[in-house]
């Protein structure tokens, strides 16, 4: 069994900072890439940002230049920092999991709001 959580979600102004990471750990035998999506009300999950156990990065157009995926050395855990926030940034972010063997996991989520 695999298990991801994360954590840094909350409330902040527009123009603000969050930092949001995620661990995981349990029955991990080879990731192929961790990665960060949202979902906001009335729409689809998209990508956020991505990172494969190269380190390739990959974001989406709407947070580049804003947004920095980054891992820590075991590559279990996976940070996202969050700059120049905006009100359409708002959302449930989830962060998931993909191992080499194709399965993938997801987190539970956690709630970003960026509102004055």
């Known amino acids: 069994q695999v298990q991801l959580v994360e954590s840094g979600g909350g409330l902040v102004q527009p123009g603000g900072s969050l930092r949001l990471s995620c661990a995981a750990s349990?029955?991990?035998?080879?990731?192929?890439?961790m990665g960060w999506y949202r979902q906001a009300p009335g729409k689809q999950r998209e990508l956020v940002a991505a990172?494969?156990?190269?380190?390739?990065?990959n974001y989406a157009d709407s947070v580049k230049g804003r947004f920095t995926i980054s891992r820590d050395n075991a590559k279990t855990m996976v940070n996202l920092q969050m700059n120049s926030l905006k009100p359409e940034d708002t959302a449930v972010y989830y962060c998931?999991?993909?191992?080499?063997?194709?399965?993938?996991?997801w987190g539970k989520g956690t709630l970003v709001t960026v509102s004055s």
């Open positions: 998931k999991l993909l191992l080499t063997s194709f399965r993938y996991y």
């Open positions: 990172i494969t156990s190269g380190g390739s990065t």
């Open positions: 349990g029955s991990i035998d080879s990731i192929s890439a």
